[in-house]
């Protein structure tokens, strides 16, 4: 991002156990070292975390096209979902249990530029949609200030 300091990345703390990677990453195809290190690192992330993020945390442990290869493949299997910004840059998060998918609303930080995942239950609106139309996907993100620079 231009001209804005970057978020220093850390570990989410430790509120409940995290799931095991390689145990989701199982059922969908086959755990290798890459997709374990990058499902685990958007685990323990604090919030979505962008390629460019994933990298630096990474310090280099895997390759730039390898992670983005691992990101589309934990993407396709319900594994990973990914937020548009303003900036145009994608940030990704993982999706905790398979279950849930991708069906939870957003929070943006305008100032520290933070994506929060809303982990309650899916957001209930209603939306009429002219005669024809289908939806498949809906996107709900809030924007305003974290607790951390509302404070």
Known sequence: MRGR????LRPAPI???????GDLI????????ARVRVLQALLAAPSALSHQDLERLLGGEIDRVTLYRVLDWLLAKGLAH?????????RFSANRQTSMGHEHAHFH???????????AP????TLSLPAGFRAEQDE????????????
């Open 109 to 119: 930080c305008r100032r520290c530029g933070r994506w929060y995942c809303l982990e």
């Open 26 to 33: 199982a059922p969908h195809g086959r755990v290798t070292p």
């Open 5 to 8: 300091s970057q978020p220093e």
């Open 82 to 90: 990914r937020l548009a910004g303003d900036d145009r840059l994608w």
């Open 15 to 21: 509120q409940e156990a995290q799931p095991d990677a």
């Open 140 to 151: 709900l993100t809030l924007r305003g200030l974290c607790s951390a620079c509302s404070a």
């Open 122 to 125: 899916k957001p209930v609106y």
